[in-house]
């Protein structure tokens, strides 16, 4: 059963630490797309790689994100240090470079107190 | 950023009847796809149209795509409550094939 998986599922953090969140893209899949979804701002792009290299993270604060692609089975997004206002979910997606679907993980939800 | 704008926001219907939902975007696309969410969940892939793709079906979902006029609609025929989720439209444009979401319609059916 090929899927996208997202760990952790939820996270609650006090504002200052570190937050690491994990993605395991489906295998075979060269493209992981990190969104980040509040209700305010709806889905934000925030970062996309393609074959482990980082394509696009403009959308992406740059002074406390970071996300990196160690090997092809996993893609991280380090958030250092937290605010409150990095509170959301925070979904990843991987597909092929043709541009067609993109499969999504169930999501981290993340709230910084 | 956001690409696209869904209208409406939010639509409330009874089962059995249609519900349209209206994207539109902002520069050119190789394909515009529509994705369904619901409540706590990750985004589900429905359809893709291609830009020389004018309408497409799959089941009860009918899509239309006007590239001159930047805009796309979603219809759900026959509706049922188990189609109450949130659906957003999404272009992949560029030669990097960038997926950028628009703001979604939140779809209740009332049984």
């Known amino acids: 059963d090929a899927r996208v998986t997202q760990t952790p599922r939820h996270k609650v953090t006090e504002m200052g630490q570190e937050v690491t969140m994990r993605c395991q893209p489906i295998l075979g899949h060269n493209t992981v797309f990190w969104y980040r979804q509040t209700m305010m701002q709806g889905l934000e792009l925030l970062a996309y790689?393609?074959?482990?290299?980082?394509?696009?993270d403009s959308g992406m604060p740059k002074d406390r994100f970071s996300a990196e692609m160690p090997d092809a089975t996993l893609a991280t997004l380090k958030i250092q240090p937290s605010e409150p206002r990095d509170s959301a979910v925070y979904f990843c997606?991987?597909?092929?470079?043709?541009?067609?679907?993109?499969?999504f993980g169930q999501g981290t939800r993340l709230t910084v107190v | 950023s956001q690409q696209g704008e869904e209208d409406p926001q939010a639509l409330s219907i009874q089962e059995g009847e249609n519900a349209t939902m209206n994207c539109s975007y902002k520069?050119?696309?190789?394909?515009l796809q529509w994705y369904r969410q619901n409540s706590g969940r990750g985004l589900v892939h429905l359809i893709l149209?291609?830009?020389?793709?004018r309408e497409k079906h799959s089941g009860r979902l009918r899509v239309t795509l006007d590239t001159s006029k930047k805009s796309s609609s979603l219809l759900i025929t026959a509706s049922r409550a188990a189609d109450t989720a949130s659906y957003f439209c999404a272009t992949v444009s560029g030669s990097a094939r960038q997926l950028t979401f628009g703001s979604g319609t939140q779809l209740t059916v009332l049984p």
């Open positions: 520069t050119s696309i190789n394909n």
């Open positions: 790689f393609r074959n482990r290299a980082p394509l696009d």
């Open positions: 149209i291609r830009s020389n793709e």
């Open positions: 997606a991987s597909g092929l470079e043709d541009g067609t679907e993109a499969f």
